[in-house]
């Protein structure tokens, strides 16, 4: 039998403090990868030197393209994507460090369910130095025991239309659904986010819920995973306000439908069910872009959002729904 090929798709910008340890830790996996696509967004520090020294000694085939102008996370990543010549894709972060048998438990996942499209692990959180920090991503990410239970039972939709559980550096899909995630327009991140949804839209989806990364908390994360308490999620709160994230999810869910309701494939023709729940969820976030900052003319629409579970379908449930009534 043909060994799959393993394939590892990472972006990197400005990563020289902490990327040899990541290198390292790919090179020390049980199951080598086949290769490693690196793609530099254009690097003002000593990335691409630390890149060159790896790839000279490493024990696979490294290839390193150097962008002449900046792309963003997303664009950065689908370009490392699209290189990759294998037919299992690993995305990886460039400050993380991978558990020696990472890329032996997954891909022996993926041969066990060769009907499985995607899969993610869980992972620790460490702070700069790799120390733990006593919770894991699932527990940052707010991905619950319930909606776990989801998942496991065929049902990831309606966990990734809430929010992002599947983080990049967590997670593997098969290269056939390539054509599927690519392009990612219009789209600065959530690179991982896109690319999890649109396969989870049409495969099944299965989690691992073995630490196989070692997620690094060092204060310059582009996202940076971490438990909050109450204060910092009001802070958070305010923060998604000023920053237009509903905005974000109108143009994020509105290119999911664009790009399932365009599919020529069979096999990637979703449920109509599927788009039905997509144009909901863009429906749910146009309505929260466009709340009034009056308290007393938004309240139809919060009350809207309420009767209808919006908030409990589509966002955070009762977090949600207080954060439209107070803090606007």
Request: glycine share 6%; hydrophobic share 40%; net charge negative.
């Amino acid at each position: 039998m043909t060994e799959t090929r393993i394939s590892i798709a990472m972006a990197s910008y400005n990563g020289a403090r902490y990327l040899s340890e990541q290198l390292e830790s790919l090179a020390a996996q049980r199951r080598l990868p086949d290769e490693l696509v690196v793609c530099d967004d254009a690097s003002e520090d000593d990335t691409l030197e630390v890149l060159e020294s790896f790839a000279a000694g490493a024990p696979f085939a490294v290839r390193i393209e150097r962008n002449e102008q900046t792309l963003r996370t997303a664009q950065n990543f689908a370009k490392a994507v699209s290189l990759c010549s294998g037919e299992l894709i690993f995305l990886a972060d460039q400050d993380d460090a991978w558990r020696p048998d990472k890329l032996q438990v997954m891909e022996s996942y993926f041969d066990a369910h060769p009907q499985v499209g995607a899969l993610f692990c869980n992972g620790q959180v460490c702070d700069g130095e790799l120390r733990p920090l006593g919770y894991d991503l699932w527990q940052a990410q707010w991905f619950h025991p319930s909606e776990q239970r989801r998942v496991r039972e065929g049902r990831p939709l309606e966990v990734f239309v809430r929010h992002s559980v599947a983080a990049g550096n967590t997670l593997a899909f098969r290269s056939r659904f390539r054509e599927l995630v690519l392009p990612i327009t219009g789209l600065e991140d959530g690179a991982d986010t896109w690319i999890a949804f649109l396969i989870a839209a049409v495969s099944e989806f299965h989690i691992l819920d073995r630490d196989l990364v070692q997620y690094r908390l060092h204060g310059a994360n582009q996202i940076g995973l971490r438990r909050f308490d109450l204060r910092q999620q009001l802070e958070r709160a305010r923060w998604q306000l000023q920053q237009g994230i509903f905005d974000y999810g109108v143009r994020f869910f509105s290119g999911v439908e664009d790009r399932l309701s365009s599919q020529p494939e069979p096999e990637w023709q979703p449920a109509p069910e599927t788009l039905e729940l997509v144009r909901e969820k863009i429906a749910h976030c146009r309505r929260r872009d466009r709340m009034s900052p009056q308290f007393l003319t938004r309240l139809p629409d919060v009350a809207r959002e309420t009767l209808n579970r919006g908030y409990w379908r589509f966002s955070y449930g009762l977090k949600s729904l207080l954060q439209d009534l107070l803090l606007r």
